[in-house]
């Protein structure tokens, strides 16, 4: 987690020290005069999570203009000078302020000042467990309808594609019919559930020298959308190093900010398993097969298509089962 702190005084850049010793990825820097604005506008955009050591009035005027949605803002928290209090104002659950706060809080003996609903009378809090455990909210304007539900003794039917270690919490019941929650990799569901994605779906990739991410954009998304997987199901491409420079490719996987993960011939022709072999895919690189081979390298899991070609593309996606708990972070 990159999480950037700013302090105002000598008192607070002591307390941001003593942080800094104890939390990964904190970095430090003091606010110069007039300098607080280009400082928020980089960290907010950089960052997964801005500490202000000061006062609160500073951090929300600081932080106004660049706060657009739940779904991408990252965690703000705030710290008086004399690490008394720790209390996050932006992006609780999704962020994980609340979480960054309570860690803040224990290594300075703070106290949290946590105030989300949820959190404040014990209950589920939908949003935060999805964060947990890697999930992306599809439809982020229905947690809202859920987290008042629960408020109101009210209790949730969840469905999940995959096993949920773990007992549901309190008011969560798991459901195949008639879900308010829906746990899958797929574009499909009902309209009014509350959607949460795992990121579980490797996309192999093989292409002719020079294709440009146009092209590579068209065959995935009709990859996806033919196999009704969700766009946010994807967390990586993979496919032959000989690839590992290809413009288009590099551009697609920036644009998606997917990782782009490549091997050898030796390494694809060593994946076990049975795959849809071309002589002049093997002749030209040394394997008979890269899309397929590559997204099962990545994923360890099974294929969930074969190779679909276009316009100087081939396709294969592969699927894993995501590891999912009740009561516990990832």
Known sequence: MRIAAIAFTDCGMALGRRLQKKVEGLTLSRCESGGLARWTERAFAENDALVFIGAAGIAVRAIAPYVRAKTSDPAVVVMDELGTFAIPVLSGHLGGANELAASLARYAGALPVITTATDVHGMFAVDSWARNQGLTVANPQRIKWISARLLAGETIRLKSLYPIAGQPPAHVELAEEDYDVLVSHRSRGRAEALRLVPRIVTVGIGCRRGTEQAAIEEAVSASLSKNGCHASAVEAVATIDLKADEP?????????????????????????????????????????????????????????????AGNGVTVALAIREPDLKFGESV
């Open 248 to 308: 288009g490719l590099l551009d697609y996987c920036r644009s998606r900010d997917l990782p782009l993960v490549t091997y050898s011939a030796e390494e694809l022709s060593a994946v076990p398993g049975s795959f849809t072999g071309s002589a002049f895919v093997k002749k030209t690189t040394g394997v008979d097969n890269v899309c397929e081979r590559a997204a099962v390298r990545y994923s360890g899991g099974r294929l969930l298509t074969r190779k679909e």
